[in-house]
């Protein structure tokens, strides 16, 4: 399995491992392979922060991801609040209509 969290929300990202999952079962037969494979995919920015720790479940190590997304993204608007968000957490400039 090479899902790659790209673009997506750490959740969305989750959803679509989670379904894959059910196609691979012997690729995440136990929680460590689980969680190995699910690491892989993770964001680079995210994964960095995800790998130094270590989680005895799959459901820690997403709860730590989503945590980790979220910070990532809180400072990155305190450090470029011109720099908008979309759903998907996808950064766009943002327009205003100048006055």
């Known amino acids: 399995m090479s899902l790659k969290q790209g673009d997506a929300s750490v959740m969305e990202y989750a959803a679509q491992f989670n379904e894959l999952s ?8 136990t929680e460590e392979r689980r969680m ?8 680079g920015d ?9 989680f005895t479940n799959f ?3 997403y709860q730590k991801a989503v945590k980790v997304a979220r910070v990532i ?6 450090t470029h609040p011109h720099i908008g968000r979309t759903k998907e957490g996808i950064s ?8």
């Open 22 to 29: 059910r196609f691979a079962p012997h690729q995440v037969s």
């Open 36 to 43: 190995d494979h699910f690491e892989q995919g993770l964001r």
């Open 46 to 54: 995210i994964k960095s922060v995800i790998a130094a720790q270590t």
């Open 59 to 61: 459901q820690d190590m």
């Open 73 to 78: 993204e809180e400072n990155r608007r305190e």
């Open 92 to 99: 766009e400039v943002e327009y205003s209509n100048p006055k």
